[in-house]
C-alpha cells in the first residue's frame, strides 16, 4: 500500500497499457452513490517518517462511546481534565475534529469507579470495516512492540458485539491479543494508568510508516507469506468492451 516498488515480471506486462478503472468494473452492494469516488480528485496521503508518540498517563478519565457514527461520543481525559486527542477521531486535510465530547470533562473525578490495572488503549473499533481497516488498525501498532506489563487492552466501541466479528478477532488473535483481555466501559470511568498511542492515520490526510510496519507484521502472522499469488492479466479494452455490453436474448 505504502512505498512498494512496482516492477513487472515480463517485458510484456511492461508494455501493457493502463486502463483506468470505472465503476463498471466494481460491484457495490447498497451503496448509493459509488461514482463519486472515480469523479473526485486524488487526494495523497501525507507520510509521516517520524514515529507517532506513545505516552503514559495516569488517573485517566474514560467516557464511553454510543454513537456508531460521525460525530463520535467517547474519549480519554488525562489527570488536568483536558481532553485526548489521541482518543478522538479526526479526518480531511484540515484534519476536522469528529468529537461530540467537550475539551475538559465537566465530572468529578472522586465519584468514579475506578479500575487499577495498567492498559494500553487501542482506539475505537468502528463499525464500517474500510474505517476499521484504516483508523482502528491505525491505532493498533503498538501491539507489533510488546509494551512491558500490559495484559489488558482498552477500546471504545458503542456495541461490543463489534468483536466479535471473524476479522477482528482473527487478527486480535493473530497479534496475541486473548478475548478475556480486552476491555471497554459503559460508564464514565477512572484508569490510574494507560499507555495511549497517538494514531498511525489520519483519515484522508496523513500516514505514519508504523502503519505500513504494522500492516507487514499482522499479515505475516495472519499466515499471508504462505499464500500463492495468482497473476491477473487485464483484458484488452476490446474484451472489456464486449463484457459490458448486454447479451441478447
Known amino acids: 500500500m505504502l512505498n512498494v516498488d512496482t516492477v513487472a515480471s515480463t517485458a510484456t506486462q511492461a508494455t ?13 452492494v447498497y451503496y448509493r452513490n459509488p461514482d463519486r469516488f472515480f469523479r473526485a480528485a486524488p487526494k495523497q496521503f501525507r507520510v509521516v517518517q517520524a514515529p507517532p508518540a506513545l505516552r503514559t498517563y495516569t488517573n485517566v478519565i474514560y467516557t464511553p462511546a454510543t454513537r456508531p457514527s460521525k460525530p463520535f461520543d467517547g474519549c480519554l481525559y488525562d489527570s488536568e481534565l483536558n481532553r485526548l486527542d489521541a482518543s478522538c477521531v479526526r479526518r480531511q486535510r484540515a484534519e ?15 465519584e468514579l469507579p475506578v479500575y487499577d490495572r495498567p492498559v494500553l488503549y487501542l482506539g475505537r473499533m468502528h463499525r464500517h470495516y474500510g474505517h476499521w481497516l484504516q483508523e482502528s488498525l491505525g491505532s493498533w501498532w503498538p501491539l507489533a512492540e510488546k509494551p512491558d506489563g500490559i495484559d489488558r487492552f482498552l477500546f471504545h466501541t458503542p456495541d461490543p458485539r463489534l468483536f466479535e466479528r471473524h476479522y477482528v478477532k482473527a487478527c486480535l488473535s493473530a497479534m496475541g491479543v486473548a478475548p478475556d483481555s480486552l476491555l471497554h466501559f459503559d460508564r464514565p470511568t477512572l484508569l490510574r494508568n494507560v499507555i495511549v ?26 499466515g499471508a507469506e504462505d499464500v500463492t499469488c495468482l497473476l ?4 484488452s479494452p476490446r474484451d472489456r468492451t464486449r463484457s459490458r455490453m448486454p447479451s441478447s436474448a
Open 232 to 235: 491477473y492479466t487485464s483484458p
Open 197 to 222: 498511542p497517538d494514531p498511525a492515520l489520519r483519515l484522508h490526510s496523513s500516514i505514519n510508516l508504523k502503519y505500513r510496519d504494522f500492516s507487514h507484521k499482522l499479515a505475516a502472522a495472519l
Open 96 to 110: 476536522t475534529l469528529l468529537s461530540t465530547e467537550p475539551e475538559r470533562y465537566a465530572g468529578n473525578p472522586n
Open 16 to 28: 501493457v497499457p493502463d486502463i483506468p478503472l470505472t465503476s463498471d468494473d466494481f460491484r457495490f
